[in-house]
């Protein structure tokens, strides 16, 4: 159903096999006239390939030649016509319903609706999903019970009806609704002086239409394979970081970061130094193999090499004045000597960094 035009029930993805040869014929019977004048000397019907298109034609649509052959969308009518019959014969009666609903002007009006956040006319992914489910009748959910105790098919049209839920309409409207809209929609024409307005209104309709359907579809859903959740993340440190990145690249946005901090980065925190950058907590990337930091890094020329190199030490003051190479030495042999004072270290009762703050 999808390759049906919108007016005909579908959503207007045409396949190219469908309109190829309406397009073609429609285009040599409009050439024509203009091939006899340019070459006089040919017969009526040379256009290359005309032959074998109308046989092809005349195979799938016998006898049926449009009374104005030069207009592509009066072949194209036939054709779906054709396609309509062959395709669609439902045998049972909710089907044929559904198909004439879809096929009355109104029923449309959404799909033709420009999608726009600003004017309200853009529905959610979700909604848009299970309305165009609903249209082209295919499984909008999985099998469930509802609320009231019904079983619901794939079909997710149980909604729709459900006592705990509404009733709503696949689009159409009564006779009094459309005589409504219709002087509504004339007086807003005459009065705004644009003449879609009424066309504007009509979609507005059709939108709250479906949103009405959507939401009816999925409320009494206990399992709704379609909803994406809501996920709340606590930390905005590497772990959270990295899981909000995760999530946010596999399609899921409804996210939400909770950061007790005041800055982001948790454990990891750089900060402005001596006209560089110091790192007050991680600054190592441990292990090559199975490290997301190394993937992600190891092209960038950011890493050195992955052993350890105490040789090459400088320190600065918290002026940011550089230490000579004799003082550097100094502190590093006396660093050295506490980091690896086991005995020392394995009876202190404390962080490590408080360790080495005490000696
Ligand atoms: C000095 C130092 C040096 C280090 N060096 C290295 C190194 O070289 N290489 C290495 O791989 N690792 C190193 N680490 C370890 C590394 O920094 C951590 O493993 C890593 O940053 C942990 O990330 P995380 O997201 O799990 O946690 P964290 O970075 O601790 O982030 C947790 C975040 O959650 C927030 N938070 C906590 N509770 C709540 C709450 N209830 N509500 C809201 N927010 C909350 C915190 O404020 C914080 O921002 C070092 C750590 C330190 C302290």
Known sequence: MTSLPIKSGGLGIRKVADIALPAFLASTFGVHDLVNLICPSLDEGTVHLEKEATEIWNELNPSNIPTIPTYQRNWDIINIQRINVN?????????????????????????????????????????????????????????????????VSVDGRYGLHCGKGSVETFGPWSKEAQDLVHTIGTNLNQISGDSRSKQFLTQRISLAIQRGNAACSLHLQKTVIMR????????????????????????????????????????????????????????????????????????????????????????????????????????????????????????????????????
Request: with cysteine; charged share 20%.
């Open 87 to 151: 395709t669609f014969t439902f045998d049972s009666f909710t089907e044929i319903a559904r198909l004439k609903a879809l096929q009355l002007s109104e029923s449309d009006a959404w799909l033709q609706a420009f999608p726009s956040s600003n004017i309200g006319t853009l529905m959610d992914n979700t909604s848009f999903r299970v309305c165009v489910a609903l249209r082209i009748g295919s499984p909008v959910c999985r099998p469930y019970n509802c609320i009231c105790g019904a079983q």
């Open 228 to 359: 994406k959740p809501r996920v709340l993340i606590v930390g905005a440190g590497a772990a959270g970081i990295a899981a909000t990145a995760r999530l946010l690249e596999n399609g899921f946005n409804d996210i939400i970061v909770l950061e007790a901090g005041t800055r982001i980065g948790g454990r990891i925190h750089s900060v402005n130094f001596a006209g560089g950058v110091a790192e007050l907590g991680a600054q190592w990337c441990h292990g090559e193999k199975g490290n997301i930091v190394n993937d992600l890094v190891k092209n960038l020329n950011l890493l050195s090499p992955s052993s350890n190199s105490y040789d090459d030490f400088t320190f600065y003051q918290s002026s940011g004045k550089l230490l000579s190479r004799n003082v550097t030495d100094k502190l590093l042999k006396i660093a050295f000597e506490i980091s690896y004072d086991d005995g020392a270290l394995s009876n202190f009762n404390g962080s490590f960094g408080g360790y080495f703050a005490e000696r």
